[in-house]
């Protein structure tokens, strides 16, 4: 239920030209309320100049967009919330008044003087959290940032540099402390945008407008070209590289992590080790693994770990056991997990701090006494678990149970690709003992009951044999059974979406 304020800045903001002259007169505990309704209502005008006077050191567009309770206490995005941002040309254009507003405030400090705004001390505009999975969308927010920045290097000119014989380009000219600010965002750094993002990251300091990185996405970059990047990344802000879209041999990750130290806040790391499939399939060697852990026991900091499709076959306890400090987020998908390898990570000192574990496409169901000992282990800290193509039969499922449900912070369950039935999940959302109230998403399996025509031998996928009216069915029949239910928000996601619950947001 909104609130009366947030009802009234509804009403008032329907005359969008009229609220825009009367900001400045407008109190500051306002600004955040108008804003909501604002970018909800797609007043671009009014995001503009609500952004051009903002009375505040910092504008966080992802916190200021947060309208429920759960939000308001815990700075974390929900469902609600993220429903905000569409991904679509609609919410580029809001963005793109956003920026337009940052624009005309520099402009308004250089070319008039900072006196003529003496209540405004904008200095940080946090824009993270605005990427997608489409390379289109992702491709609009980098052409956006180099936009902005360079319209910034422009106003730094102002009449002076207009009038001096070097022009424009003048690096002497200097621009008042108050318009100096950092654009703090996410990169999705490709081929085709590497160039113009180094010019950019290179001349910070020619600007007014400092462009800074928090993660750091590579996609389909050569090893080479990555390390051009890394000592022009702000040190103290960048959080996250992620190089899992990219061709890479361990003795270039090794390479790459050496580069890492620099970075004081850099917390989590991920990976690919190598896009060819029967390469993955040769076990690591106890010298590869020294040289890996070697290099991640100098990062401090790390709390997240994903080592995608890395054959360790025994060799987790040499990767991990040298950290100093638990690892709160472990992806170990296809990684050739062995008994060794869940008996360390059991009884690790990470155990106590997982939130979040990925163990897609191992079999953990052959070391089952080992999985259950592990499950107890983390499940006063664990929230999102992943166990996708683990091969779960129903009589394995039901050994699981009671350990899943003293998960009581379990939010996300993935169960994609199990041989199960959906007597299985009715039995474990419908039993008694079901106190998983903090339970949002869980991705299915391919119901054997919902199939039709299988052979003898169950093949590895299901999904040609499957019978969707059938399916279709039984998700009603779950999602009726819920209703009244303190879990009656469950959403049930097919795999190919399941990962969603970002470490830095469970």
């Given amino acids: 239920m909104y609130s009366l304020i947030f009802l009234s800045a509804q009403q008032l903001v329907q005359d969008e030209e009229a609220v825009c002259t009367i900001l400045e007169s407008m109190p500051r505990s306002m600004f955040n309320i108008l804003f909501k309704v604002a970018f909800r209502n797609n007043k671009t005008q009014l995001l503009c100049e609500l952004v051009k006077i903002w009375p505040y050191p910092e ?111 003048a690096s002497s000219v200097t621009f008042p402390a108050e318009a100096s600010m950092n654009l703090l965002v996410d990169l999705m750094l ?51 590289i992620d190089i899992s879209h990219c061709f890479m041999t361990l003795e270039l990750i090794v390479s790459l992590l050496s580069q890492f130290t620099t970075f004081q806040n850099f917390q989590s790391f991920k990976l690919t080790f190598n896009t060819n499939k029967t390469m993955n399939l040769v076990p690591m060697l106890n010298t590869d693994a020294e040289l890996l852990a070697a290099e991640l026991r100098k990062l401090r900091w790390l709390k997240e770990l994903a080592l995608p499709s890395m054959c360790l076959l025994g060799q987790l306890e040499n990767l991990l056991g040298g950290l100093q400090y638990p690892l709160e987020s472990l992806q170990l998908s296809f990684c050739s997990l062995t008994k060794e390898d869940l008996t360390y990570l059991a009884r690790s000192h990470h155990s106590t701090h997982l939130i979040k574990l990925d163990l897609t ?12 000992e592990l499950l107890k282990s983390i499940s006063k800290s664990l929230k999102w678990l992943n166990v996708t193509l683990c091969e779960i039969k129903d009589s394995d499922f039901y ?105 830095f947001d469970l």
């Fill in 190 to 240: 490709y081929p085709p945008t590497a160039d113009m993002l180094k010019e950019l990251l290179q001349e910070n300091t020619n600007s007014p407008l400092h462009l800074k990185c928090r993660d750091f996405y590579i996609t389909f970059m050569v090893f080479h070209d990555m390390l051009k990047f890394l000592p022009i990344l702000d040190p103290l802000e960048l959080r996250r």
């Fill in 361 to 372: 496409g191992n079999a953990i169901i052959q070391q089952l006494d080992i999985f259950l």
């Fill in 399 to 503: 050994a699981t149970l009671p350990y899943l449900y003293s998960c009581t912070k379990l939010s996300h369950l993935g169960l994609s690709d199990n041989p199960l039935s959906s007597k299985s999940i009715f039995t474990f959302l419908g039993s008694p003992h079901h106190k998983l109230s903090n339970l949002k998403s869980m991705s299915l399996p391919i119901f054997l009951d919902c199939c039709q025509n299988l052979p003898q031998s169950l093949p590895r996928s299901l999904e040609s044999y499957v019978n969707l009216e059938m399916t279709f069915y039984v998700i009603n029949k779950m999602k009726q059974m819920l209703v009244g239910r303190r879990n009656s928000h469950i959403v049930f996601t097919p795999k190919l979406i399941f990962d969603v619950g970002d470490y």
């Fill in 59 to 169: 504008f966080k567009l992802q916190l200021l967009l947060q309208t429920c309770r759960c939000c308001s206490w815990t700075y974390r995005k929900c469902p609600e919330c993220r429903r905000m941002l569409t991904y679509d040309e609609l919410c580029r254009t809001k963005i793109d008044a956003i920026m337009l507003g940052l624009m005309k405030y520099i402009r308004t400090v250089i070319m008039d003087g900072s006196q003529q705004l003496p209540d405004r001390s904008l200095q940080h505009l946090d824009m993270t959290g605005l990427l997608d999975k489409s390379f289109s969308w992702n491709l609009k927010l980098t052409r956006l940032w180099v936009s902005s920045i360079r319209q910034a290097r422009v106003y730094t000119s102002g009449p002076q540099s207009q009038s001096s014989p070097q022009g424009a380009g």
